[in-house]
């Protein structure tokens, strides 16, 4: 009886995992992600020795500073340092202060807006203060400018089926007005 053997042999039909030229792209692309993937995992296994590593580095260096060059007196006048530079900041701070307080303790500054009034809302606006009083009875208005922001016309939409009236021009827009509508 003669000895059984694959009908593949190597030479004839070589692997494919030998062979990557012969994967079709999708193939080549998951075997390559899928050895990233175990590559990183296989490093993650070894952070905790890493880790133990650091903790004897720094035991070690711990060590070094504070008993071998004395370094807990150093830390000692560190930590007394860094206390008077806040006490002294803390000093100007309060010391500041204080002089604002003593320097403006009997000023009051703060002064109350003035009122609006119906005359001084008509004066900026450059209409009478008739006029404001009527617009403040107004429960929805539209009120129409032009292209300076001054006030043209207003319309009350609660009386809709009153005609709309321009309004005239105040003195100070009237030479605007003027030059507006010869251009």
């Known amino acids: 009886?003669?000895?059984?053997?694959?009908?593949?042999?190597?030479?004839?039909?070589?692997?494919?995992?030998?062979?990557?030229?012969?994967?079709?792209w999708p193939q080549r692309a998951l075997s390559g992600a899928l050895t990233t993937f175990f590559w990183l995992a296989w490093l993650v296994l070894w952070i905790p020795l890493l880790t133990l590593g650091g903790w004897f580095f720094f035991g070690w260096q711990f060590k070094f500073h504070m008993f071998d060059l004395g370094g807990l007196t150093g830390y000692a006048e560190l930590i007394s340092l860094y206390m008077a530079v806040i006490v002294a900041m803390g000093a100007v701070l309060l010391g500041w202060a204080k002089y604002n307080h003593l320097r403006f303790r009997n000023v009051e500054r703060r002064k109350a807006f003035p009122l609006v009034t119906p005359a001084g809302v008509g004066a900026r606006t450059g209409h009478s203060e008739a006029e404001v009083l009527a617009w403040r009875k107004m429960q929805v208005m539209v009120v129409?400018?032009?292209?300076?922001?001054?006030?043209?016309?207003?319309?009350?939409?609660?009386?809709?089926?009153?005609?709309?009236?321009?309004?005239?021009?105040?003195?100070?827009?009237?030479?605007?007005h003027a030059v507006l509508e010869a251009a």
């Open 1 to 24: 009886m003669e000895k059984s053997r694959s009908r593949h042999s190597p030479k004839q039909h070589p692997l494919i995992i030998d062979r990557p030229d012969l994967q079709a």
């Open 144 to 176: 129409e400018h032009d292209e300076h922001g001054g006030i043209i016309a207003v319309t009350d939409k609660a009386a809709a089926s009153l005609p709309v009236v321009p309004l005239p021009v105040a003195p100070a827009r009237r030479e605007e």
